[in-house]
């Protein structure tokens, strides 16, 4: 049993709803099986084949079920092969013939199959994506009887691991209209030549690849869909290539692209979607894009382009992004009016003048921030009535706010920060009900804070600091039960806190520093742990005992007040504390034991005695700091003449004791134990567990079945015969806290209170001189990697993906929601158990707590785990939240959708598929297709948790959902 001072974590009712919803989501797939289906498409039997034919499926089919996982993609050798898995055939009066075969994720690497493909010449179509293909077949390429490519019209070999050279496929196909190579390491000398080969391609998608050289402009005129993005092609974009009038699709993201872009798309007269992000291009941007009145989406972001942005260019187009570049000069007037455009992006260029412009009611999406735009804010911006996220920060815009503002009542994200807007803030502004983040920070506000903010009950950060804001805190803020974060710093707000501030369950941040704050400091929220500031205001009274249970709190900084009064006992619980600021109150008595990490400032209290010995305080470092000075270079000339002696001493003594060390290091093999200790309440575990069989375990390394990137794990079996997991932690490595094992031992007890089906709880450590090992309940399965990408990579069904995602989202929401909330420092699919094929348990829940990310060698993934999973904001905040981790299950949930690892040759799964969210019809092209087709049903539920998932690896933190929201959204999933 879990006492409950050890932490109501949210989520212990969750278990009896996911078991209701079980049966719900079983019998939801009773209406049509896949079986059912399958049986009602071949009511009417198919012609059979020649015999040839059917001699040469019958040996693909050897090949298919030797290699395949999965019972779903095993073909009968009894039935029609026109009627197995993947296959299509057309039909005849007597007879049937393959013409479409489709082996996408089967598990197959033998290419031997090639040659029986070959030998089919009726085939159109073949598809052998998301295999592990490394090499075509001589056959398949070269030989010149290979019947089948003369009248082959779509072939899709992507994300495989080809690295063939592209001329290897050159020349042999005539009738070839689509070419898929994409996600693999394909090369070419001449990439021009090779492609020109290809008499009527039509669609050629080489992206992720490494191809090089210049961009070709030797194709058929036929072409209408070049993808050639994430390669390695270089020099300038060529005026050959508009000339391919039939272009419709032209992408070259992530290359290394220089010059200027020609000129002359007046001449692509089809193009839809032009990509040119993230290479070196420089130039203005191409006034002729305005006449191509098909187009509908531009990116050129992250380039070095220069100039003004021509009028019209977004006459057409939906979405537009050249944010990340050199562009200058005004705004054009018709720029925001295209009467289809939604997306418009140009963050972080030099855009000066007015914002005056019409909107369209179709923008969803307007970010103008870190530019040079002075003037007011439009009042007609309420037009975009669709608008839901609005960035205009870190510019020169003056002005009030206006009023209109509040007639965009979509609006979830309002980013005015860093600009010079003065006045007060309307009323109107409260009619922004769907607000989810709003930031005014840094501007020349003034007045009171409207109370009709006591709308916005989605609001989950406000920050109002650095402005003039005066008045009172209205109470209708204590009302938003969603906030987590609220900065109200540098003001003038006077007025005391309202006690009803303690109502805020999941506030994690309260700023409230340098105002004119009257009164005494009320109940505060428990959920407080990131910072508590109250400082420079005119708070009088105790420091109440309430602050001091705050176990998670980071910061606390209640200087430059009024406070009298002794501090706290109950300050010894807070242990996360980093940082307590008591400067300059009317302090007195003693600072009770405080932990030792933590820097303590507790100047101007003369009646104030700081007994931690560890914790210096800020005012007593400044008095000692010359004294140390003359001591440290008193003693500067002996250590000087002692220091050889002693270096060679004990270099001496050093290289004996390895020596020694090598040879036995301890008797019979086995690690030394200098302390273990039981942590669970379980008796027939502490009845089972035998510390020095552990060890003995871990000292074979045949019985390791686990390495993550932190952890080794080993194979225990007890005197008993029951069987646990026993994890290595090395205390070598410099990233754990060497030397801490009193607080590594207390945290593993915290943790080994918890008790959640989804998670990996501790039951017992054992500290030895090096290393630090804990001990777990052996269930494991495997993890979901090895499920969706190894061996096992083809078992796995929809129901099953769709439980794991269920289980991680409770057990996650779970470890966010304890008192003391449990932040993961990897979560991955690497580090995710399976006890069966729909239960997952989180692992690796204690590496936030006993690593020390002072001591990293400076590699980010080093301390933020695996690549792939990382939030892009670590690389900036370098700190781990709740948000991260909510994008790091973003990621395992894509990875469930689509059956790809989260990185790719180089390209992350996220990113991949955020660019092709874009459009309903792309989506489609982000879900594993073996999966989502087995029925309506499922392909319906999948799109839903795709929307979640890209929901989660939102590239800014606040527009994440909170994992309990997620939790929800993925039971409504339907």
Same mark, same amino acid.
């Given at each position: 049993?879990?006492?409950?001072?050890?932490?109501?974590c949210?989520?212990?009712?969750?278990?009896l709803?996911?078991?209701?919803l079980?049966?719900?989501?079983?019998?939801?797939?009773?209406?049509?099986?896949?079986?059912?289906?399958?049986?009602?498409?071949?009511?009417?039997?198919?012609?059979?084949?020649?015999d040839?034919?059917?001699?040469?499926?019958?040996?693909?089919?050897?090949?298919?079920?030797?290699?395949?996982?999965?019972?779903?993609t095993?073909?009968?050798?009894?039935?029609n092969?026109?009627?197995?898995?993947?296959?299509?055939?057309?039909?005849?009066?007597?007879?049937s013939?393959?013409t479409?075969?489709?082996?996408?994720?089967?598990?197959?690497?033998?290419?031997?199959i090639?040659?029986h493909?070959?030998r089919?010449d009726?085939?159109?179509?073949?598809?052998?994506s998301?295999?592990?293909?490394?090499?075509l077949?001589?056959?398949?390429?070269?030989?010149?009887?290979?019947?089948?490519k003369?009248?082959?019209?779509?072939?899709?070999?992507?994300?495989?691991?080809?690295?063939?050279?592209?001329?290897?496929?050159?020349?042999?196909?005539?009738q070839?209209?689509?070419?898929?190579l994409?996600?693999?390491?394909?090369?070419s000398?001449?990439?021009?030549?090779?492609?020109?080969?290809?008499?009527k391609?039509?669609?050629?998608?080489?992206?992720?690849n490494?191809?090089?050289?210049?961009?070709?402009?030797?194709?058929?005129?036929?072409?209408?869909?070049?993808?050639?993005?994430?390669?390695?092609?270089?020099g300038?974009?060529?005026?050959?290539?508009?000339?391919?009038?039939?272009?419709?699709?032209?992408?070259l993201?992530?290359?290394?692209?220089?010059?200027?872009?020609?000129?002359?798309?007046?001449?692509?007269?089809?193009?839809?979607?032009?990509l040119?992000?993230?290479?070196?291009?420089?130039?203005?941007i191409?006034?002729?894009?305005?006449?191509?009145?098909?187009l509908?989406?531009?990116?050129?972001?992250?380039n070095?382009?220069?100039?003004s942005?021509?009028?019209?260019?977004?006459?057409?187009?939906?979405?537009?992004?050249?944010?990340?570049?050199?562009?200058?000069g005004?705004?054009?007037?018709?720029?925001?009016?295209?009467?289809?455009?939604?997306?418009?992006?140009?963050?972080?260029?030099?855009?000066e003048?007015?914002?005056?412009?019409?909107?369209?009611r179709?923008?969803?999406?307007?970010?103008?921030g870190?530019?040079?735009?002075?003037?007011?804010?439009?009042?007609?911006?309420?037009n !975009? =009535?669709?608008?839901?996220?609005?960035e @205009?920060d870190? /510019?020169? $815009?003056? %002005? #009030? *706010? &206006?009023? +209109?503002?509040?007639?965009?009542?979509?609006?979830?994200?309002?980013?005015?920060a860093?600009?010079?807007l003065?006045?007060q803030?309307?009323?109107?502004?409260?009619?922004?009900?769907?607000?989810?983040?709003?930031?005014?920070?840094?501007?020349?506000?003034?007045?009171?804070?409207?109370?009709?903010?006591s709308n916005?009950?989605?609001?989950?950060?406000?920050?109002l600091?650095?402005?003039s804001f005066?008045?009172?805190?209205?109470?209708?803020?204590?009302?938003?039960?969603?906030?987590?974060s609220?900065?109200?710093?540098?003001?003038?707000?006077?007025?005391?806190?309202?006690?009803?501030?303690s109502?805020?369950?999941?506030?994690?941040?309260?700023?409230?520093?340098?105002?004119?704050?009257?009164?005494?400091?009320p109940?505060?929220? !428990? =959920?407080?742990?990131?910072?508590l500031? @109250?400082?420079? /205001?005119? $708070?009088? %009274? #105790? *420091? &109440?005992? +309430?602050?001091?249970?705050l176990?998670?709190?980071?910061?606390?900084?209640?200087?430059?007040?009024?406070?009298s009064?002794?501090?706290?006992?109950?300050?010894v619980?807070?242990?996360?504390?980093?940082?307590?600021?008591?400067?300059?109150n009317?302090l007195?008595?003693?600072?009770?034991?405080?932990?030792?990490?933590?820097?303590?400032?507790?100047?101007?209290?003369?009646?104030?005695?700081?007994t931690?010995s560890?914790?210096?305080?800020?005012?007593?470092?400044?008095?000692?700091?010359t004294?140390l000075?003359?001591?440290?270079?008193l003693?500067?000339?002996?250590?000087?003449?002692?220091l050889?002696?002693?270096?060679?001493?004990?270099?001496?003594?050093?290289?004996?004791?390895?020596?020694?060390?090598?040879?036995?290091?301890?008797?019979?093999g086995?690690?030394?134990i200098t302390?273990?200790?039981l942590?669970?309440?379980?008796?027939?575990?502490a009845s089972?567990?035998d510390?020095?069989?552990?060890?003995?375990a871990?000292?074979?390394?045949?019985n390791?079945?686990l390495?993550t990137?932190?952890?080794?794990?080993y194979?225990?079996?007890?005197?008993?015969?029951?069987?646990?997991?026993?994890?290595?932690?090395?205390?070598s490595?410099?990233?754990?806290?060497?030397?801490s094992?009193?607080?590594?031992g207390?945290?593993i007890?915290?943790?080994?209170?918890l008790?959640?089906?989804?998670?990996?709880?501790?039951?017992a450590?054992?500290?030895?001189e090096?290393?630090?090992?804990?001990?777990?309940?052996?269930?494991?399965?495997?993890?979901?990697?090895?499920?969706?990408?190894?061996?096992?990579?083809d078992?796995?069904?929809?129901?099953?993906?769709?439980?794991?995602?269920?289980?991680?989202?409770?057990?996650?929401?779970?470890?966010?929601?304890c008192?003391?909330?449990?932040?993961?420092?990897?979560?991955?699919?690497?580090?995710?158990?399976?006890?069966?094929?729909?239960e997952?348990?989180?692992?690796?829940?204690?590496?936030?707590?006993?690593?020390?990310p002072?001591?990293?060698?400076?590699?980010?993934?080093?301390?933020?785990?695996?690549v792939?999973?990382?939030p892009?904001?670590?690389?900036y905040?370098?700190?781990?939240?709740?948000?991260?981790?909510?994008?790091?299950?973003?990621?395992?949930?894509?990875?469930?959708?689509?059956?790809?690892?989260?990185?790719?040759?180089?390209?992350?799964?996220?990113?991949?598929a955020?660019?092709?969210?874009g459009?309903?019809?792309?989506r489609?092209?982000?879900?594993?297709t073996?999966?989502s087709?087995?029925?309506?049903?499922?392909h319906?539920?999948?799109?839903?948790?795709l929307?979640?998932?890209?929901?989660?690896?939102?590239?800014?933190p606040d527009?994440?959902?909170k994992?309990?929201?997620?939790?929800?959204?993925l039971?409504?999933?339907?």
């Open positions: 049993m879990v006492e409950r001072r050890y932490g109501p949210a989520s212990h009712g969750f278990f709803l996911r078991l209701l079980a049966f719900l989501f079983f019998f939801s797939f009773i209406d049509v099986p896949p079986a059912a289906a399958a049986a009602a498409t071949t009511t009417t039997q198919s012609p059979p084949l020649t040839t034919q059917k001699s040469i499926m019958n040996d693909i089919a050897s090949l298919v079920n030797s290699e395949s996982a999965s019972a779903n095993r073909w009968n050798a009894a039935d092969p026109c009627n197995w898995t993947g296959i299509s055939c057309r039909n005849s009066s007597s007879f013939a393959v479409s075969i489709s082996l996408s994720n089967f598990g197959l690497s033998d290419s031997s090639f040659a493909l070959c089919l009726t085939l159109q179509s073949l598809d052998l998301r295999n592990s293909f490394t090499n077949s001589a056959q398949f390429f070269a030989n010149s009887s290979c019947s089948m003369k009248g082959l019209l779509s072939l899709n070999l992507s994300t495989n691991q080809l690295a063939n050279s592209l001329s290897d496929l050159s020349h042999h196909f005539p070839l209209e689509v070419l898929d994409s996600f693999n390491s394909f090369s000398r001449s990439l021009s030549a090779d492609l020109g080969s290809f008499p391609l039509r669609s050629f998608n080489a992206s992720t490494k191809l090089s050289g210049d961009v070709p402009t030797s194709m058929v005129s036929s072409l209408a869909e070049l993808v050639l993005s994430r390669n390695q092609l270089n300038s974009i060529p005026p050959g290539l508009f000339k391919y009038e039939n272009l419709t699709l032209l992408d993201i992530q290359n290394n692209l220089t010059g200027v872009v020609p000129d002359n798309f007046t001449s692509l007269s089809k193009l839809e979607t032009l040119l992000s993230d290479n070196l291009l420089t130039g203005e191409p006034a002729s894009l305005s006449n191509v009145t098909t509908t989406r531009f990116a050129a972001n992250q070095n382009l220069l100039g942005i021509p009028p019209g260019v977004t006459k057409y187009v939906k979405m537009l992004d050249l944010s990340y570049n050199d562009i200058s005004n705004i054009p007037a018709d720029l925001f009016f295209g009467m289809n455009l939604e997306t418009i992006d140009l963050t972080s260029n030099n855009l003048g007015y914002v005056d412009a019409k909107f369209s179709s923008l969803y999406r307007l970010r103008l870190t530019n040079k735009l002075s003037g007011e804010i439009p009042g007609t911006i309420s !975009a =009535s669709n608008l839901a996220y609005l @205009l870190n /510019n020169h $815009l003056e %002005g #009030n *706010i &206006p009023l +209109n503002l509040g007639g965009c009542k979509n609006l979830t994200l309002l980013n005015l860093s600009n010079r003065q006045g803030v309307p009323n109107e502004i409260g009619n922004l009900k769907n607000l989810v983040v709003l930031k005014l920070q840094m501007n020349n506000l003034s007045g009171s804070i409207p109370s009709t903010f916005f009950i989605n609001l989950n950060a406000l920050n600091s650095y402005n005066s008045g009172s805190i209205p109470d209708g803020i204590m009302k938003l039960q969603n906030l987590s609220m900065n109200l710093q540098a003001n003038k707000i006077d007025g005391v806190i309202p006690n009803s501030i109502s805020l369950k999941i506030l994690i941040e309260l700023n409230l520093g340098n105002n004119l704050l009257t009164g005494s400091i109940e505060m929220p !428990a =959920s407080l742990s990131t910072a500031n @109250l400082s420079h /205001n005119l $708070l009088s %009274g #105790n *420091i &109440p005992s +309430n602050i001091g249970f176990r998670e709190l980071e910061i606390l900084d209640l200087s430059y007040n009024n406070l009064g002794q501090v706290p006992s109950s300050f619980n807070l242990n996360s504390l980093t940082e307590l600021v008591l400067a300059y009317q007195s008595g003693f600072l009770p034991t405080l932990p030792k990490h933590a820097a303590v400032n507790i100047t101007g209290n003369p009646g104030l005695t700081n931690n560890n914790n210096m305080d800020t005012g007593s470092k400044k008095k000692r700091h004294i000075i003359i001591i440290i270079a003693a500067g000339a002996l250590i000087g003449l002692c050889l002696a002693i270096i060679v001493t004990l270099s001496l003594s050093k290289k004996v004791y390895r020596i020694e060390d090598e040879q036995s290091p301890s008797e019979d086995v690690a030394q302390s273990g200790r942590v669970t309440m379980n008796s027939i575990h089972a567990i510390f020095m069989k552990a060890m003995e871990v000292s074979n390394y045949s390791i079945f390495k990137r932190f952890c080794t794990y194979k225990a079996v007890m005197p008993n015969g029951s069987t646990y997991s026993v994890k290595k932690l090395n205390w490595d410099k990233i754990f806290q060497i030397g094992q009193e607080k590594f207390h945290e007890e915290v943790l080994g209170k008790s959640n089906s989804n998670v990996m709880v501790p039951l450590y054992v500290l030895t090096d290393n630090a090992y804990l001990l777990y309940e052996h269930v494991h399965k495997g993890t979901v990697f090895d499920f969706l990408h190894g061996a096992k990579s078992i796995l069904d929809w129901p099953s993906r769709y439980s794991i995602a269920l289980g991680v989202a409770q057990g996650l929401t779970f470890l966010h929601g008192t003391q909330p449990v932040l993961l420092l990897d979560l991955s699919t690497r580090t995710i158990h399976l006890k069966s094929v729909n997952p348990q989180i692992g690796d829940i204690e590496l936030y707590k006993i690593i020390d002072s001591k990293s060698t400076g590699s980010l993934s080093t301390i933020a785990g695996t792939g999973y990382i892009p904001e670590y690389a905040t370098m700190r781990l939240t709740m948000a991260g981790n909510v994008y790091s299950f973003g990621v395992i949930l894509l990875e469930l959708l689509t059956g790809k690892p989260s990185v790719s040759d180089g390209t992350e799964l996220a990113k991949w955020l660019s092709l969210s459009r309903p019809d792309q489609e092209q982000i879900l594993d073996r999966v087709g087995t029925s309506i049903a499922v319906s539920q999948m799109l839903s948790v929307n979640i998932a890209l929901s989660c690896v939102a590239f800014s527009a994440r959902p994992m309990r929201n997620v939790l929800r959204m039971f409504n999933a339907k």
